[in-house]
């Protein structure tokens, strides 16, 4: 299950994160040695444990179907908690990034790209470009997470180890994955192999020439 993180001075569903986080938390508790063929709630009990009630609480509790957190019994009114609940359950709570620190890790991830390209040559992949998107192409002095788009392709057999065994493809992602989350647990890596698909707006903050 990934680890979730949720920011301070954000809402999320109505509330802020550590209320959300209480909430959640309160389900957890009303389900603790329940099996799980039998771990279902009222929509009543989800709207006192979320404090919400009336309208109010029917609409949080069709939000949090429509977004994957329950699915409902369509015969009645009950519901089952998701692993995309479990991670709200359990989510940290931090302070959101400062800009001036998104840059700084922006810039550290270029020297790892570089690095990456230049010292790895058991990793059957070298990264063509890093482009960091999403809230960092914003003007928010405050961020919420520090997407980084990668675009890799076949390291050149002249950049490969003439020595010892190569990594496959999927280990040499998985290990580059890991180095850029290793960065911030604000970063988040997406991964692609064609331009075309790094979403848009980017800023390129390194590419191989």
């Given at each position: ?36 063929e ?13 404090a ?12 949090l ?7 409902a ?15 709200f ?20 991830a ?10 790895w ?6 990264i ?8 960092f ?10 997407s ?9 057999w002249n ?5 010892g ?7 040499g ?27 848009r707006?980017f800023?390129v903050?390194?590419q191989?020439?």
């Amino acid at each position: 299950m990934r680890v979730r993180t949720l920011v301070t001075h954000r809402e999320y569903y109505g509330m802020d994160a550590m209320a959300l986080r209480a909430a959640t938390g309160r389900v957890l508790a009303r389900l603790a040695g329940v099996a799980p063929e039998e771990a279902q709630l009222s929509g009543r009990n989800l709207r006192h444990d979320f404090a919400v009630h009336g309208s109010k609480g029917s609409r949080l509790v069709g939000e949090l179907v429509a977004d994957g957190l329950l699915e409902a019994d369509e015969t009645r009114d009950e519901y089952r908690i998701t692993g995309r609940f479990l991670e709200f359950a359990t989510a940290r709570v931090v302070d959101p990034l400062p800009r001036e620190r998104a840059r700084s890790i922006v810039a550290r991830a270029a020297a790892l790209a570089q690095r990456i390209n230049t010292d790895w040559t058991r990793n059957p992949l070298q990264i063509e470009m890093l482009a960091p998107f999403g809230s960092f192409m914003s003007r928010d002095p405050e961020l919420d997470e520090l997407s980084l788009g990668i675009l890799v392709v076949s390291r050149p057999w002249n950049r490969r180890t003439r020595w010892g065994r190569m990594q496959s493809t999927a280990d040499g992602a998985h290990q580059m994955r890991d180095a850029f989350r290793a960065l911030s647990s604000f970063v988040q890596v997406k991964m692609v192999n064609e331009p075309g698909q790094l979403p848009r707006p980017f800023a390129v903050a390194f590419q191989e020439l």
